[in-house]
């Protein structure tokens, strides 16, 4: 007998239409047509704080200001290492609708061990090898954290000098001239372990996106009336 194969099946997908090509199409469109959807962020001792979609476009707009006035544009890479939720979503958004590329990095662990220790750690050659893969962009970092700067220019063999705060890329005023690229341009770029060899990217388009989230959505039946619970920041 044939063995079994892996393969799930599906109907096609879906027509998507026009007007939600690319992510700031979506939360554009989310934020004008579903003004009581949005994100509610459940922290570790189990409080909630919720923000509508409109909130979420308003900080990212933010945001955004400030990535434009800091000389960054479109199509540009910029590392994001951040803990805090909030922050990750409106600076994440902030990039996507300015037409930069974010690239999604954990923070590395030890930032109490010792100098040696902390350029030693997996986490830190896995940035120092990304950043240098990527032409040295800008870093996002949850603090200042100048002993990790430190080590990562010590392994990279250059300094790093664009190294931003999430405190860093605020602004009072908000930014409205989004930039709409192509469905199958880069929305954002993710990077493996680098466990067993050197960190290897993933492009992943907004087509790529689309097709993932209309796939889950149509083969489950999801629609406006469910909620998604979501492990990661993303």
């Not at 599906?10 to 939600?20: D, F, I, T, Y």
């Not at 910029?78 to 600076?91: A, C, D, G, P, S």
């Not at 958004?93 to 930069?100: R, S, V």
């Not at 902390?118 to 870093?139: H, I």
């Given at each position: 007998?044939?063995?079994?194969?892996?393969?799930?099946?599906?109907?096609?997908?879906?027509?998507?239409?026009?007007?939600?090509?690319?992510?700031?199409?979506?939360?554009?469109?989310?934020?004008?047509?579903?003004?009581?959807?949005?994100?509610?962020?459940?922290?570790?001792?189990?409080?909630?704080?919720?923000?509508?979609?409109?909130?979420?476009?308003?900080?990212?707009?933010?945001?955004?200001?400030?990535?434009?006035?800091?000389?960054?544009?479109?199509?540009?890479?910029?590392?994001?290492?951040?803990?805090?939720?909030?922050?990750?979503?409106?600076?994440?958004?902030?990039?996507?609708?300015?037409?930069?590329?974010?690239?999604?990095?954990?923070?590395?662990?030890?930032?109490?061990?010792?100098?040696?220790?902390?350029?030693?750690?997996?986490?830190?050659?896995?940035?120092?090898?990304?950043?240098?893969?990527?032409?040295?962009?800008?870093?996002?970092?949850?603090?200042?954290?100048?002993?990790?700067?430190?080590?990562?220019?010590?392994?990279?063999?250059?300094?790093?000098?664009?190294?931003?705060?999430?405190?860093?890329?605020?602004?009072?005023?908000?930014?409205?001239?989004?930039?709409?690229?192509a469905p199958s341009s880069t929305?954002?770029?993710?990077?493996?372990?680098?466990?067993?060899?050197?960190?290897?990217?993933?492009?992943?388009?907004?087509?790529?996106?689309?097709?993932?989230?209309?796939?889950?959505?149509?083969?489950?039946?999801?629609?406006?009336?469910?909620?998604?619970?979501?492990?990661?920041?993303?």
């Amino acid at each position: 007998s044939q063995p079994s194969r892996a393969v799930a099946e599906a109907p096609p997908l879906e027509p998507r239409p026009e007007a939600v090509r690319t992510l700031p199409q979506w939360l554009i469109c989310a934020a004008s047509d579903a003004p009581e959807a949005g994100i509610v962020y459940v922290a570790a001792d189990g409080s909630e704080d919720r923000r509508s979609y409109a909130d979420v476009l308003a900080a990212a707009g933010r945001r955004l200001k400030a990535l434009r006035e800091r000389g960054l544009s479109p199509g540009q890479k910029v590392v994001l290492l951040i803990r805090n939720t909030h922050e990750f979503v409106e600076l994440f958004w902030g990039c996507i609708l300015g037409g930069m590329v974010p690239v999604l990095l954990p923070p590395p662990k030890g930032e109490a061990v010792g100098d040696d220790d902390l350029r030693d750690s997996s986490d830190t050659q896995r940035l120092a090898a990304v950043w240098k893969k990527l032409d040295c962009p800008p870093l996002i970092v949850p603090e200042p954290l100048e002993r990790l700067r430190d080590a990562v220019s010590a392994i990279a063999g250059q300094e790093v000098s664009l190294w931003w705060t999430p405190a860093d890329i605020e602004s009072s005023v908000e930014d409205s001239r989004w930039h709409l690229r192509a469905p199958s341009s880069t929305a954002f770029l993710l990077f493996s372990s680098g466990s067993t060899r050197e960190p290897q990217g993933v492009q992943v388009t907004h087509d790529n996106v689309w097709a993932n989230v209309q796939a889950t959505c149509q083969h489950n039946g999801f629609g406006a009336e469910n909620a998604a619970l979501c492990w990661a920041p993303l």
